[in-house]
């Protein structure tokens, strides 16, 4: 089956530090990859939604500047959280697909982020 | 309203019973029904994908979709400890690169 990995996987960092997430398709091109976000208990919240070679669609109340998302090739996609604080902490997931008729999306595993 | 209702439990059941999952939604122009697990601090993993109305079996996993009355089930028969986990129903108006709406997930325990 199709696999997207992430990384990294678990992330500590300071508060007004960026951290850069990966999301990378490993087995097939990815049109179209998704980026979610999710705090404990709670399901997953569509963040924006990230084309390859186009800018990114973001959800309503979700900052564009403070969430940058870069889909420069068909595997890999970023998202960066600029000048992060202790309330972006979450469980950050990412999920792609090949845009094929039928064809599912694929999850990564997540990426823990910890602002302090 | 939520576009997408979960109970989210927890739901405590004996290993070997049947399993009962649902979800109610309000929008009429949801076409793709799936059904993910989620283990703790992981990814979620995909179960049942539906088109439209009806029932689709695999393996253990039973998934029924009634549009009629907005409303979505998982049905788990032979229940085992490692059926543990967050169960989220999700739907979407398109196909693969449509955006996807997720239930809050309920949390089943299956008890040895």
């Known amino acids: 089956g199709a696999v997207v990995s992430q990384h990294p996987s678990r992330v500590i960092c300071k508060s007004g530090t960026s951290v850069k997430i990966e999301c990378r398709s490993l087995d097939f091109q990815a049109t179209t990859m998704f980026w979610y976000r999710q705090f404990p208990k709670q399901s997953l919240m569509l963040m924006a939604t990230?084309?390859?070679?186009?800018?990114?669609?973001?959800e309503q109340g979700v900052e564009k500047d403070k969430f940058l998302i870069n889909h420069a090739s068909l595997t890999l996609s970023t998202l960066t959280v600029t000048s992060a604080h202790p309330e972006d902490s979450s469980f950050y997931i990412c999920?792609?697909?090949?845009?094929?008729?039928?064809?599912?999306?694929?999850f990564g595993p997540g990426t823990r982020l910890t602002v302090l | 309203q939520k576009e997408v209702e979960q109970d989210p439990g927890p739901l405590s059941v004996p290993e070997g019973a049947i399993v009962s999952l649902n979800c109610t939604y309000s929008n009429s122009a949801f076409q793709y029904f799936m059904w993910y697990r989620q283990y703790s601090r992981k990814g979620p993993e995909l179960l049942m994908y539906?088109?439209?109305?009806g029932n689709k079996e695999d393996g253990r996993f039973t998934a029924q979709v009634d549009k009629s009355s907005k409303y979505i089930s998982l049905f788990i028969r032979d229940s085992q400890p490692s059926d543990s986990a967050t169960y989220l129903c999700a739907m979407s108006e398109g196909s693969s690169a449509s955006k996807i709406i997720f239930g809050s997930g309920t949390r089943l325990s299956i008890r040895p």
């Open positions: 999920s792609a697909t090949s845009g094929l008729a039928g064809n599912e999306q694929f």
């Open positions: 990230s084309n390859e070679g186009s800018k990114a669609t973001y």
């Open positions: 539906t088109y439209s109305s």
